[in-house]
């Protein structure tokens, strides 16, 4: 299938699931989720201080995500993979940067791989406006803090319609509290996974969300994941893997790492990455931030394998808005986002519907 086709076919079959994932089987994803022991309830949203808006492209499977912090959020990050394509992570850094407690308005998760990057632009011009609307047009100058991580998904359809700056403007207007569309949206709708053998075993992804709140302690911890993973999912709660790359029939999934033990070359590729942001009500400075934004990063690490390898761009931010008034250790809460981040990315391949070619799980699900 040629490219010009393949676009066809995404706009012909496939527009209802790329705009809006997950509505229209909210059943299948709740059977799904009891039977994988993942709670399909809870979003990163239920932190208090964040919204969340997605755009999603329909012209091809690309897209972007915002994630507004009202009030600004102390941020940290962890960047594991060997290809990142970020932008103002240097500043997250606890050495660098204006103080530990510096704050972020927005962090930004796109597709289009490094052109996607100019979402970012279009947040910072959304909250510049905001800005002048509450204070007057004699407000003095600010910049605004909006550090932003891509994946690789141009191999997908016309490789030359990327998320621009007006993508990340027009998520900024959909942001909102409360649920968040997971599948097929967003930075997640064209996301892939299964992709060590190439991309004719791969299975599509998507992006999700999950939350935690702690008994009647007070504590939430929410996450959001963009899977766009070389390696194959695993649904850490049973130790199986959930997608990934399939047997040559395409009805069963290999084990990519069983078929690399034997033997079987791997093809390295850049095309990959799986980014993601952890969030707490508690506040914290940007050094503790940065030790539960590294602690999270096992919960990909249970999730996908392999995972950061020389070809990803593995990143995970940690953001905390500060809204409850109560005292935790910064390590449990990283212990903490680690379960949520895991069970996150389940939900982006559980969300997540297939395209021609790239079945997803609930396509699977269906053969069996």
């Known amino acids: 299938m040629n490219r010009r086709d393949f676009s066809q076919s995404l706009l012909g079959a496939s527009v209802l699931p790329l705009t809006r994932a997950g509505a229209q089987e909210e059943p299948m994803t709740e059977r799904m989720g009891k039977e994988l022991g993942v709670p399909t309830e809870g979003w990163v949203t239920d932190v208090g201080g964040i919204k969340v808006g997605h755009f999603t492209d329909t012209r091809r499977p ?11 959020a102390v941020c940290g990050v962890d960047v594991r993979g060997g290809w990142p394509g970020t932008r103002l992570t240097d500043a997250l850094d606890p050495v660098k940067g204006a103080g530990n407690t510096i704050k972020v308005e927005a962090v930004v998760l796109s597709g289009g791989s490094n052109y ?5 632009t279009g947040v910072e011009q959304y909250l510049r406006e905001q ?116 047997t040559p029939d395409g009805k069963g999934l290999l084990d990519q790492m069983a078929r690399m033990r034997a033997g079987q070359r791997w093809r390295p590729s850049n095309q990959n990455t799986t980014v993601a942001i952890v969030a707490t009500n508690v506040r914290f400075n940007k050094t503790e931030m940065s030790k539960i934004a590294q602690m999270a990063s096992a919960g990909m690490a249970r999730a996908i394998n392999p995972v950061f390898t020389t070809g990803d761009g593995d990143t995970v931010f940690a953001i905390s808005t500060g809204t409850a008034a109560i005292r935790v250790q910064h390590g449990a809460v990283g212990a903490l986002a680690a379960d949520v981040l895991a069970d996150a990315i389940v939900r982006a391949v559980i969300n997540a519907e297939g395209i021609p070619d790239l079945p997803g799980y609930r396509d699977m699900a269906r053969q069996k």
């Not at 690309?62 to 994630?67: A, E």
């Not at 996607?116 to 970012?120: E, H, T, V, Y």
């Not at 621009?164 to 967003?186: D, F, H, L």
């Open 62 to 72: 690309t897209g972007c995500t915002v994630i507004l912090c009202e009030q600004g």
């Open 131 to 246: 800005y002048l609307k509450q204070n007057g047009e004699g407000a003095p100058p600010r910049a605004f803090a909006v550090p932003a991580a891509i994946i690789y998904d141009i191999q997908l359809g016309d490789w030359t319609i990327t998320p621009t700056a007006e993508s990340g403007y027009r998520a900024c207007q959909a942001a909102a509290a409360g649920r968040v569309a997971e599948g097929n949206v967003g930075a997640g709708a064209g996301a892939t996974v299964g992709k060590m053998f190439g991309r004719r075993s791969a299975m599509k992804a998507g992006l999700g969300t999950a939350s935690l709140s702690v008994g009647d302690t007070g504590l939430v911890v929410g996450a959001l994941a963009v899977v766009n993973a070389i390696g194959d999912v695993i649904n850490p709660r049973t130790g199986r893997i959930i997608a990934g790359a399939r």
């Open 116 to 120: 996607g990057l100019a979402a970012a």
